[in-house]
């Protein structure tokens, strides 16, 4: 598994406005999709392409797209749809799975309540969109939950993740790369990754 941490200065300034604790949901917002589109830039950077000929206002020229079927890009709901919007600025004819998951608060295991996939997903790469990277069971679910679909071309972009989780995540699943903005300390015992950004979710959505 690669493990992409960003350098750019943009995401570090960027997340580092998200840390910040009385940021409102506006702002937490905004900046999620904005980091979201600058992650989109690095995670697509070595995507095949092929030639295709076209009649420019010069004649005929040889012109490059990218090969294959259309991206996929996937949302784990809720803090995931946080993200989305960035991403889809650079990829604006992806289509769009679905998978529902929360972690219950007292065993942090993951709880799956929604999956809707695209049609030929073993024909598509896979982009999973999630702010954080903590434990890594949400990860790996979706993940266990798209392989079942047929994909195997899957990346992820996270906000924030810690190495514990990356770690659970490369066992469970070495095939799959991961693009981050940042990898943080640690959990603390409650799960939440330390320095991080709190309840993602809850931040994105104004809820609590
Ligand atoms: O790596 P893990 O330990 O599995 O934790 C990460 C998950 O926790 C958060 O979702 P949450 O359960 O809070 O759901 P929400 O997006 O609906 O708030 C986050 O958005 C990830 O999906
Ligand atoms: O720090 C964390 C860990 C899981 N989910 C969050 O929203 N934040
Ligand atoms: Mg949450």
Redesign the pocket.
């Known amino acids: 598994m690669a493990v992409y941490e960003a350098t750019h200065p943009l995401i570090k300034h960027k997340l580092g406005l998200m840390r910040q604790h009385d940021i409102s949901t506006k702002e937490f917002r905004e900046l999620a999709s904005e980091v979201a589109r600058l992650l989109t830039y690095e995670a697509t950077k070595d995507l095949e392409t092929e030639a295709e000929t076209i009649e420019c206002w010069s004649g005929p020229v040889e012109v490059q797209r990218i090969k294959g079927k259309k991206i996929t890009v996937v949302p784990?709901?809720?803090?995931?749809l946080g993200m989305m919007d960035g991403v889809l600025d650079l990829i604006p004819s992806a289509r769009v799975s679905v998978v529902g998951?929360?972690?219950n608060e007292e065993t942090?295991e993951?709880v799956t309540y929604y999956e809707k996939m695209t049609g030929s997903m073993e024909d598509r790469t896979a982009l999973i969109l999630?702010?954080?990277?903590?434990?890594?069971?949400?990860?790996i679910?979706c993940i266990d939950m798209l392989k079942k679909s047929g994909c195997t071309s899957i990346r992820g972009l996270f906000l924030v993740a810690v190495p514990e989780?990356i770690e659970k995540v490369e066992a469970a699943h070495p095939d799959v790369d991961i693009y981050v903005a940042s990898v943080d300390e640690r959990?603390n015992e409650n799960?939440y990754i330390l320095p991080g950004l709190g309840?993602?979710?809850?931040k994105i959505?104004g809820t609590k």
């Open positions: 784990i709901l809720r803090a995931g998951l929360y972690r942090l993951p999630d702010p954080m990277l903590a434990t890594g069971g949400s990860l679910a989780g959990l799960g309840d993602a979710g809850d959505f």
